[in-house]
């Protein structure tokens, strides 16, 4: 984490494309982070982050970031047909 030469804020609110939040702060940095965190967090637009929000932040972003990933690779593994036929019996029901 960067050291913080003066207080940071976030200037710019969006919705990721996943559904998570778009956090661009006053130094430029970004993170993303999910609905979940960012209600924990109580975070909200031209909010001014102290050092413990920001550490929370930081591990929040990284942790949102690893779980898109694992399920991104989760999705894409080869399934076995016990898992697929479980998936087509419940589309079906």
């Keep these: 984490m960067q050291s913080i030469d003066h207080e940071l804020k976030i200037e710019k609110v969006a919705e990721a494309p996943n559904g998570a939040m778009r956090l661009l702060l006053s130094d430029g940095s970004e993170w993303v982070v999910g609905i979940k965190s960012w209600n924990r967090l109580n975070l909200s637009l031209e909010k001014i982050l102290d050092v413990n929000v ?5 591990k929040e972003s ?3 970031l690893l779980r898109t990933k694992a399920l991104e690779l ?3 593994r080869e ?4 898992e697929i036929e479980t998936k087509t019996y419940c589309q079906v029901s």
Excluded: T, V
């Excluded at 920001?54 to 930081?58: F, T």
């Design 62 to 64: 990284q942790y949102h």
């Design 74 to 76: 989760l999705g894409i």
């Design 79 to 82: 399934h076995s047909r016990q």
């Design 54 to 58: 920001l550490r929370a932040l930081e």
